[in-house]
């Protein structure tokens, strides 16, 4: 794809086209494109063989007007300052547009885990959490998992942060293990705010699942779980794709037998054989022919090379960032309908709050609660957007950006400018 893309760009081209739709001076929304603290580091790891490698990390703490930092770690070779400061930006949008109290943050390393062994993965988590020590914490900046971490990494996270500290704090982290303060439902939980907004979306619509064929890019934490709920709710899953290929079935894939697959790790789909299933290239599966595409992989994935190409009635952005400004404008001018990233994968993060929560009272809420308080946060938030879309005779995206600069720039009138 496009070398030169520049996700935060992307980002202040967005907010200021909405801040003009808000009305807004340009000394009102300033503060909100410049994120507030970039740190980088250098992290040197020991490899097996005795050598040693220094990766780059990141993090960035890009708004703190609602609340602590909040947003995930990521690592993948792609990871840079752009990336991440983008990625920031997206999480305090995304934080204001479901109202739960907390700014914007994220982080990575640019690496690519699957070169590293289990060891080695190990001493880089630890090595890059001491190095990002000295600015998070349960009250400061709260890390989560992103592409390629899981509860497993934020385990190793919560150890080091507590070692370093003297005592435990769990809090430090979300989505991680059970065992150590984690929340049940967080591991699905951006999948199932994925499903519920595809819901509330038909609901409006008076769209029967049923009717529904969906294609997903990106068959990890967030795209299965969007895959297989969707699937349980009546569509029919007739394409999807990991990093190795895509694959197509146009009977419905039989995703009891796809999600045990995956549960395996290290299991890809290029090795998925099995009748009726054929073999996609990933460019094939974004332009498939479905009513729903759930984008969630990376960013950039649909943009001016072929948006007019996309042949789903409706893309509920799953990934940070799939569809760039580009790609938008040109879906939209098709009449092609964005449920935006912001508040489309959100639910991830209300489900991170909940743990935050129960971790600061030390209580632990059951499964049903979770879900049903995630619902409860994504249905309003999503109500929320689209009055704000009707209001302003505009599309889901700015809705959702102008919900969340609003709450912004009224959170900063509030609290004034230091000193
Ligand atoms: P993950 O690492 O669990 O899964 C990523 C998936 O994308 C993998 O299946 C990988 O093989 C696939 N992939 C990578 N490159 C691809 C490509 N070029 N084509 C097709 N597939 C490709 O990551 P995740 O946590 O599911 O995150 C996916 C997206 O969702 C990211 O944009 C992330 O920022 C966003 N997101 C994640 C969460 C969360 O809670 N994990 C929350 C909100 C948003």
Partial sequence: M????????????????????????????????????????????????????????????????????KGGLRYHPQVNMDEVK???????????VVDVPYGGGKGGVTVDPNTLSHKELVRLTRRFTAMIAPIIGPEIDIPAPDVNTNAEIMGIIVDTYSMLKGHSSPGVVTGKPIELGGSLGRAEATGRGVMISTMEYFKKHGIDPKTQTVAVQGMGNVGSVAANLLNEKGCKIVACSDVSTGIACEAGLDMADLMKYLSVRGNLLKDYKRDGVRMISNEELLTFDCDVLVPAALENQINETNADKIKAKIIVEGANGPVSVKGDEILDKRGVIVIPDILANAGGVVCSYFEWVQNLQFMSW???????????????????????????????????????IERLVRAKKLRGIFP
């Fill in 2 to 69: 496009d070398n030169n893309y520049n996700p935060y760009q992307d980002l202040i081209k967005i907010l200021d086209k909405v801040a003009g739709m808000l009305g807004y001076e340009e000394s009102d929304v300033s503060i909100l494109k410049y994120p507030e603290r970039e740190l980088q580091v250098s992290v040197p790891v020991e490899m097996d063989d005795g050598t040693v490698k220094v990766f780059q990390g990141y993090r960035v703490q890009y708004n703190s007007l609602r609340g602590p930092y």
């Fill in 366 to 404: 059951n499964l049903e609660t979770v879900n049903q308080k995630l619902e409860e946060v994504m249905v309003k938030a999503f109500a929320g957007v689209v009055k704000k879309a009707e209001e302003h005779n505009t599309n889901m995206r700015n809705a959702a950006y102008m919900v969340a």
């Fill in 86 to 96: 983008a990625l920031s930006g997206w999480m305090a949008f995304k934080c204001a």
